[in-house]
């Protein structure tokens, strides 16, 4: 059996984070397992800028980002294996990890970092009637087939769903000489950044039809046409709106999922609202010396945060590894309440908690001019006014850590209050 | 008096901007709603002169994969983007290429070059 101090799962931007910092924190027998064929995970496709704002004070496209950390890797000297795919990993750390050069390999480390990050949801999660054609993509299949394989999905194109990738896709497949019919947002807003509708939709003049959704999709090999309708407030199907639009593709970019069939089967206790696991506030699961950072605990939509959140799981990891133990004493709870999605990390231990505690948080729904009020047990310890929150742009709240010693055993509440109610 | 409103695009942020014609200001425009100074250099470019940075792939061969992600190193005007385009297009490169190497210089005149985003 190999044995490692540290193993990492997935060598996407937080698993390459953390392993980094690990290294950076001294150890030095760190396994980073990738299943593709190179580092740097989805990164690789998103070929647009927008990435290190934050952390390196520039814009720059996905693979950039993914470079510079895959650089410090090989600088560091930190080992990694390559379409090599993680099976099993067990409650004693042994990870089972399967190539075609070494085979099967059983791995025994002393912390585990999970950083598998997510997948997309299919059609199948959906709905839509009709045949079974050629030219239905996830966004992000279409993504990765255009950007690095060259292969165009279509020539004419409608994208359901308003996220991020699919207004995205919507330009990207324009500047390569495809025709967007249009993005369908189920809802009454898009679901992606004001700067992705202006830059990606309304630079090119591509419809975003707000309060639509595809019902069915109709063609014998490939796709030739599909049923749009319009939706009411509760984003159900008007009858008698249907329109029948003419194309040969349709991207699904209707969400991500965190990856965590491994998890599960370790029995790591995961959360309903992020579907990733629980953590504290130094990322790590339930179950003793496993971390988990990145898109696998709840999806992020900038990547200076995945970085940063990794470090901080690389950094628990290293220190664990050095003390084979935990100290972080009894738990403070949040919880989410009033126009809050979920809230990470989902405990926080009250011992040696550094100057600041750092909190994210999604909101459920648009919020404009609106306050986000944190409460422990029923006492409000701090108050932030927002002037607009929308549910893809996750929101960063930085805590004093005097505000939470000797509160073992409260819960910490977080909620939204709408001066326009 | 005209009068456009707009969403920047500077940072995730995207505040609302309100940009306002006015012959006394040393630029002609007022700008409101900024967080920072950017939106406000915003808002008046993208009155005078909108520029994006331009992101796309090129044909490359003799390497991992048969496309090289390339991107403007500088913003180039919005008007100029098709064109821009038609050029990445005919590109074909042969690898090894690295990430920052230069494949157009002064891509129409622009002052800004397009160039490798990865190692490849
Ligand atoms: C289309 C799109 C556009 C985005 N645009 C932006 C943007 O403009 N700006 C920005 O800041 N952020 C953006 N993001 C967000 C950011 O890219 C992600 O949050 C980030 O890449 C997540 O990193 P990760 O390492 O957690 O996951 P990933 O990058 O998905 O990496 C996970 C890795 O784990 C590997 N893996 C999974 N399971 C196993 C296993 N069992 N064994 C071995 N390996 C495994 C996978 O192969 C993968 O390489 C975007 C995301 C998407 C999807
Ligand atoms: S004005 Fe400043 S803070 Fe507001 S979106 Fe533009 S760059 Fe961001």
Redesign the interface.
Known sequence: MLIYDIVVVGGGPAGLAAAIEAKKNGIDNILVIERD??LGGIL?QC????FG?HIFKE?L?G??Y??KFINELHELGIEYKLDTIVLDISKDKIVSAINTVDGLVNIQAKAVILAMGCRERTRGALNIAGTRPVGVYNAGMAQRL?????YMVGKKVIILGSGDIGLIMARRLV??GAEVIGVLARGGYAAG???N???CLD?YNIPLMLRHNIVKINGKDRVESVVVVKTDEKKQAIPGTEEVYECDAVLLSVGLIPENELSNNLGIKLDRNTGGPIVNELMETDTEGIFACGNVLHVH??VDYVTKESQKAGKAASEYVKNQSRSIGEFIKTKPEKGVKYIVPQKIGTDNLGKTVELFMRVNDIYKESKIIIKLDDTVIRQLKRK?MIPS?MERLVLDSRLLTGKEESVLTIEISSEEE | MKKKEMICIVCPIGCHLEVIEDATSESGYIVKGHKCDKGRVYGIKEMINPTRLITSTVIIKGGNLPRLPVRTDKEIPKNKIFDCMKIINEIEVEAPIKMGDILVENILETGSNIVASRSL
């Open positions: 064929r190179e690789q070929i647009h800028n927008g704002l814009e496209t693979p950039e993914a470079e255009i950007n690095m394989e060259g500047l390569e950044l004001g700067r509708v202006v830059q630079d939509d900038v607009h742009e």
